[in-house]
């Protein structure tokens, strides 16, 4: 059964969390071999960052309380996105660029639209003005362009913004500069974050903790560059010690 492999526990409920940090409950981990923690921080600013650190102690109620060294893991808005939203306030115009994870797109007349070139269409016609639900969904295809599209990235095309979102399903893998997703702009404008999210994950090994001074319990803490609403969970998996198997029954024929 998958709940004698793994048990899973909310670990900091959602909350505002800024530079003064929180940390979670201390669990136990002195039945597994091992705990993933995972965080997710919203509604960031393009330059926040959110940071996790494991905490060991030797009682659930955090006695004797030490960082765990090699734990700390920093997200960064600039390349750690695994969600966001942006909208236009003004209609693109030609030229204006958005670049998401290396790649650029950039805005140009319907009529010069081009997938290969990564072009977007700005307006509705050749000779129309800018539209901006025009171009939200000109981008959005070429961003879901298997071929000259962002791997590992999909876009939805709402009537005012666009939502890009982490394809976990996707065969194509992010490129190697980014764990998640980044986004710029050559105007501030056409790109304005209306919501986006980050999330960390940490995992431990039982045997990092510091066994010769009965350390047994484990807790995340988060530390945000900005009151951000951030939860997490922790996974304890591999469990030393099972109850045992119900016999199987005896059918007789």
């Known amino acids: ?20 940090g929180t940390t979670s409950i201390y669990f136990d981990l002195s039945k597994s071999e091992s705990a993933t923690f995972v965080w997710d921080a919203d509604q960031t600013a393009l330059t926040a960052t959110s940071v996790g650190l494991v905490y060991q102690a030797t009682d659930e109620l955090g006695t004797n309380a030490a960082a765990i060294t090699a734990t700390s893991t920093t997200l960064y808005n600039s390349s750690n996105l695994t969600e966001l ?12 660029t958005v670049t998401i994870n290396g790649l650029t797109f950039t805005g140009v007349l319907y009529s010069a639209a081009s997938t290969a070139d990564r072009y977007f ?27 000259y599209g962002v791997p590992g990235v999909r876009a939805l095309a709402g009537s005012a913004s666009l939502t890009l979102y982490r394809d976990e399903d996707s065969s194509a893998n992010l490129p190697g500069d980014y764990d998640g ?6 105007t501030t404008a056409i ?12 995992e431990i090994q039982a045997s990092k903790l510091t066994l010769s001074s009965n350390f047994t319990h484990v807790a995340l803490n988060v530390i945000n560059t900005s009151a951000n609403y951030t ?10 010690y099972r109850k045992p198997a119900p016999p199987c029954p005896i059918t007789q024929v």
Request: with cysteine; aromatic share 4%.
């Open 231 to 240: 939860s997490a969970v922790i996974i304890r998996g591999d469990n030393r």
């Open 85 to 96: 939203s942006f909208a236009p306030t003004v209609d693109c115009s030609a030229a204006d």
């Open 1 to 20: 059964m998958l709940s004698e492999r793994f048990k899973i526990n909310a670990a900091i409920y959602p909350r505002a969390v800024s530079s003064s």
């Open 121 to 147: 269409a700005t307006d509705g016609s050749a000779a129309g003005t800018s539209i901006i639900s025009n171009a939200i969904t000109s981008l959005a295809a070429l961003i879901n362009n298997e071929q």
């Open 181 to 186: 997703i980044a986004i710029s702009s050559s």
């Open 191 to 202: 790109c304005v974050v209306t919501a986006l999210h980050m999330q960390g994950i940490i």
